[in-house]
């Protein structure tokens, strides 16, 4: 009996970051990426970089962190400058796919990724054991849509030369809240 295993592949594609609008910061200097106190796929401080996989999953998932008190060290996050990063990993795990799931003993539903607890375990194992660089999970902000994702790149499994995988960086727009 041979044991299920996930489907490790390369991949090529766009992702979407924001950063702060000031400009003071590069959007290839990942100092606060894995920052956030309340990420599901890592725990706080382990580096991993998300990815929105379009422009309305990045608006989307920006507007559930509005309220969110961030660590004295991560800025605010009322003014970003949004960026379309191309890239080129050689080995991800799609977690929007069933064998993937359940190959790495959880039961999949169309919201087995809702409970943190299940998610933040099964990120850390793959992070841990498997060569996987990155995941594509279902984006929380459209639970009903599975071809909404997020791309999760663990920054300590990536060269850390960034020009070694990023392969374009594009300026896109701006996001903004304003409380008035």
Sequence with gaps: ?????????????????????????????????????????????????YLAGDRGVVVAEWGRHLSVEYSLQAPMIAQRAVFRLTMRLDSVIDLRAQHNVESLGVTFSTTWFLDSEVALTLAERIREETSAQAIIVPSIAFIDDLTRWNLVVFLDKVPADTNKWVVKTESIGRLQWNDE
């Design 1 to 49: 009996m041979s044991i299920a295993r996930p489907n490790i592949q390369s991949w090529i594609g766009s992702g979407y970051r924001h950063i702060r609008q000031d400009g003071s910061q590069n959007i290839l200097d990942f100092q606060f990426a894995g920052m956030g106190i309340d990420n599901r796929w890592n725990k706080q401080g382990a580096a991993s970089l």
